[in-house]
């Protein structure tokens, strides 16, 4: 029955799977569900990122499902995205998105989409999740989640785009804030890729830009290789 379901709302609410492929990655960054009267998804974001990936989230909702989700900014250095849709939630339930940070998952019809939508996923979710850092003279993409599960399916779907990821954890991270939110101490797992392998694997995917100094290198500048 949830195939079922998930096959229905995909033939009559979904219209650009590039865009579905794309919100999918959003989502497993920044969302979660409010459960409630409508059992609404949400993304949440950083104020900086308003008129980036916010703005690019949103046309891939509008495209995607034809929804017209709303803005809110609970906290001075927070936006989120609010889509008052039952059925999206009920969709993102069965795919099997997890819920709550600790079960999260890459959904399972991300692995049968092609291998250009699969790599629109990887894209939105590391623009959402990832960042840049250097140990040494070594750089590397890395991202971090409560989710076991996530970072190895995550380097399941990476591997079949042809990188080689590394995964470590779980750590203990102490208590911090972000985006106006007390975040409890809390146990992570990471997943990070080597400047190397952006050298090693070939086109359709990309190559690394030799001409770039590693030391101006940033974020944004390795996603799009992926």
Known sequence: KKGGNNRSFLKTE??????????????IAEGHIDYGKCNRPTLSFGVKEEHTLVA??????EKA???NPTIQKPHK???QIRINSSALAEFLKNVGVGIGAHNKRVPGIVFN?????????LKAYFAGDGYYYKNGANGYLAAKTASKQLVSDLAYLLLQQGFASHLKGPFTEPQRILNGHILKESTVYKIYLAEKEFERVPHPIGHWPHSLPVLEIKLEEMIPFI
């Open 77 to 79: 250095s927070e936006i």
């Open 113 to 121: 989409l092609s291998a250009e939508n699969q790599k629109e996923f």
């Open 56 to 61: 690019d989230a949103i046309e891939c909702i």
């Open 14 to 27: 979904c219209r650009d799977m590039k865009s579905l492929a794309k919100f999918l990655g959003y989502y």
């Open 65 to 67: 499902f034809g929804l």
